[in-house]
């Protein structure tokens, strides 16, 4: 089944110690995106990537950082993580004039 | 002013009731509307979407959407508890639907 993955699905790292989750697509989209949720909240937009063309969020901080090195794979670093950092990480895809699918997230500790 | 609002709930209904969930958006350009449920703990799952006025049907759930009034509503009939969740309406920006607006969603709590 074309599918959107999401690894790991639990990640806990320590406070300043710099983290990648991955996301990979089956689905051939062209766009990938990386959303932050935290609880009760609505998801985020971080980043997304139309094909190569890496479009950043006004007021996504510094500290995360986002690679697509093919259409299938999309990384998003967190290169100092503070407490405030911990939450559910989804990645989404689109073709770009439709609706988004999302992987199954991953929920990020910060000890 | 947000682009799109939801009441966070929780919404309670009795098992077999109809739950009604509703989303107001400020971009009156807007032109497609999505519902996702999303269980606790997991990512959102798209439910339907809608782009004309009017209803849309999809078995037990409706999508209803009044541009005139800037509202679009979910309807969920015969409610189970396996649709107890939080539901997230999310628009389109009307320029660039790469970026969609998402409500923080409604909590839906069906009691047996």
């Known amino acids: 089944d074309a599918m959107v993955i999401q690894n790991p699905r639990y990640q806990v790292t320590q406070f300043g110690k710099p983290v990648t989750l991955s996301c990979s697509q089956t689905l051939n989209h062209n766009v990938m995106y990386w959303y932050q949720q935290k609880s009760s909240q609505a998801p985020k937009l971080l980043f997304h990537y139309y094909d190569k063309d890496f479009n950043n969020e006004a007021d996504t901080p510094d500290n995360f950082q986002s690679r697509r090195p093919n259409t299938s794979f999309c990384f998003l670093d967190i290169r100092s993580p503070g407490l405030g950092d911990a939450a559910m990480y989804l990645c989404?895809?689109?073709?770009?004039?439709?609706?988004?699918?999302f992987g199954p997230g991953t929920r990020l500790t910060v000890l | 002013q947000k682009e799109v609002e939801q009441n966070s709930g929780p919404l309670s209904v009795p098992e077999g009731a109809i739950a009604s969930l509703n989303c107001t958006y400020s971009?009156?350009?807007?032109?497609?509307f999505f519902w996702y449920r999303q269980y606790s703990g997991k990512s959102p799952e798209l439910i339907m979407f809608i782009y004309s006025n009017g209803d849309k049907e999809d078995g037990r759930f409706t999508a209803q959407l009044n541009k005139a009034s800037q509202y679009v509503s979910l309807l969920i009939r015969d409610s189970q508890p396996s649709d107890s969740a939080t539901y997230l309406c999310a628009v389109p920006e009307v320029y660039n639907f790469n970026k969609f607006y998402f409500g923080s969603g409604t909590k839906l709590n069906v009691k047996p």
């Open positions: 971009d009156r350009g807007s032109q497609s």
């Open positions: 989404a895809t689109s073709t770009g004039t439709d609706t988004q699918y």
